[in-house]
């Protein structure tokens, strides 16, 4: 069964690498990331997957994308936010020192975090060693110095 998940998950892998890249080429985002993972494991303790009202209301959708989250990622259900929209989870990788123990085969949502969206600010956890800085402010302080 190993096997299999491992298998899906490079599938998984590389159509998050294809989506992103050429965003990474093409498209800048109004925002620049600073600073790096403090490796505290607090980011891992609560994972956020965004859903729209609709899919929450759907018990059918839920219950398959929890199981599927659950199965592929490794990952414990905690509970719904249905006035913020997310579906909440731990992970069983998580070691007592805050890394991670699959860091190779970890998902996307592990990967691409801190996220930072095209359109808005980027929410990044009070405690987390990363910052975010408007790309415009940070050109301005360059022409400048």
């Known amino acids: ?10 599938f998984v892998l590389l159509d998050n690498f ?19 993972c403090k490796q505290c494991g607090r980011c891992c303790q609560r994972i956020l997957m965004k859903a729209n009202p609709r899919q929450l209301s759907s018990p059918l959708f839920t219950k398959l994308a929890i199981g599927w989250t659950c199965w592929l990622f490794d990952f414990i259900f ?18 007592s020192n805050g890394k991670c123990g699959n860091y ?5 949502v592990c990967r691409n975090f801190p996220l930072v969206d095209y359109f808005e600010e980027p929410k990044i956890l ?19 110095g």
Request: aromatic share 16%; with cysteine; glycine share 4%.
């Open 1 to 10: 069964m190993k096997f299999v998940k491992r298998f899906l998950i490079m």
């Open 104 to 108: 190779f085969w970890r998902p996307n």
């Open 18 to 36: 294809l989506s992103n890249l050429p965003k990474k080429i093409f498209f800048k985002t109004n925002w620049v990331l600073g600073g790096k």
């Open 78 to 95: 905690l509970d719904t936010d249905y006035e913020n929209h997310y579906i909440a989870f731990t992970c069983k990788h998580l070691q």
């Open 126 to 144: 009070p405690w987390c060693g990363f910052r975010a800085h408007r790309r415009d402010i940070i050109k301005t302080a360059n022409e400048k």
